[in-house]
């Protein structure tokens, strides 16, 4: 249904525009809470568009644009579910939807389709949409405490087109931050992923660093699965082994020059304990990263708006019986593991780095 305009008083009033000091908070308050509740369409809008393959057409057809019925026939959708959609796109300012021609914004297209930017976050809403099916449980979750620790296989689907951005921001930031590793790299030697995922960290370092030779350790069966079918897609599988093993415990002692943890740590059950692990499989002089994006630690951090979607994310975290960790906790995990103090880098896009090289 339409929503109201405020009102204070019996009277009706334009947004922020009334003489009352208590109406014009409420009238900014409604204000910002419906534009809360239109961001939730607008999510499913932008879902609906990169899952259907809408984003990436109506971005290759250029200005001349799209009709709903051209769309849904490139892309196997209903046209008048399309035409729907355009109209809805078209007024929370996704595209533009004009003499019945649908077009999209070249910003908009790259920010919701470029994986390889910091800036992609096309991951982050399909991550978003994804996670928040399993939400029915939620209320049952406040009440009894216990969470939902089996996620369905989309979930990490989900997670792995989250973590694109991952990717993005570990060779755009990380690695400038670390030029003396690009240097190593470049030389050779062999890589170990922690709780790899669908491999796509890998895949991408093998591309880029060519005498590479690269392990991931993953326990999930259809993430192993996916990430060999994605070394495979790549042809990469003389260069990259894919183990279903503990991530806790990927053995390997001394075997590796370094050992990552992409947005991984603080998911697992004993972070300690598989960073250990991860030091164990260094040779003398190996490197141990970790990138991830630390909880902010105090008020003042969580209002704004990385704090904001961060604290999303926690939600969900907790809800399947994990959760983010500030960057004191992931200091306090290397203390307890036994390991030095990492140097800890703060990157452009509010991810941090903790690195830490074996002595030898």
Not at 114 to 138: C, I, Y
Not at 152 to 168: F, G, K, N, S
């Amino acid at each position: 249904m339409p929503v109201p305009e405020p009102s204070g008083k019996g009277e009706r009033c334009a947004y922020g525009a009334c003489d009352n000091p208590l109406t014009m908070r409420l009238n900014d308050r409604f204000e910002e809470l419906a534009g809360s509740l239109g961001g939730f369409y607008r999510a499913w809008l932008i879902y609906l568009g990169l899952e259907l393959g809408l984003f990436t057409r109506l971005r290759g057809a250029g200005p001349a644009g799209l009709t709903p019925a051209e769309l849904g026939a490139m892309t196997g959708t209903q046209p008048h579910a399309v035409e729907v959609w355009a109209w809805a796109a078209d007024a929370h300012d996704l595209a533009t939807f004009e003499d019945g021609r649908l077009r999209v914004d070249d910003g908009i297209a790259a920010v919701l389709l470029e994986p390889t930017a910091p800036e992609f976050l096309g991951g982050q809403f399909t991550h978003a949409v994804v996670a928040s099916l399993d939400w029915d449980r939620m209320v049952d979750f406040f009440r009894t405490g216990e969470p939902v620790r089996q996620r369905p296989d989309r979930y990490r689907v989900a997670i792995e087109r989250l973590t694109v951005q991952d990717v993005a921001v570990f060779f755009q930031e990380a690695l400038a931050a670390l030029p003396q590793l690009v240097a190593e790299l470049a030389d050779g030697g062999r890589v170990l992923d922690v709780h790899c995922g669908g491999g796509r960290w890998l895949i991408a370092m093998a591309q880029r660093f060519s005498e590479l030779r690269l392990v991931g350790v993953e326990f999930e069966p259809d993430s192993v699965e996916r990430a060999r079918r994605n070394v495979a897609a790549a042809d990469l599988a003389d260069r990259i082994t894919i183990e279903q093993g503990d991530v806790e415990a990927p053995g390997h002692e001394g075997e590796f020059d370094l050992a990552y943890f992409q947005y991984a740590l603080h998911a697992l059950p004993d972070p300690p304990r598989a960073l250990a692990a991860a030091w164990a499989a260094l040779h003398p002089g190996g490197r141990l990263l970790v990138l991830d994006w630390p909880l902010p630690s105090t008020v003042e951090e969580f209002r704004t708006r990385h704090g904001e979607l961060i604290a999303g994310v926690q939600l969900d975290e907790v809800f399947q019986g994990t959760q983010l960790g500030t960057r004191e906790a992931f200091l306090a995990w290397f203390e307890t593991a036994g390991l030095p103090a990492p140097e800890t880098i703060g990157l452009p896009s509010g991810a941090a780095l903790f690195a830490a090289t074996r002595p030898g």
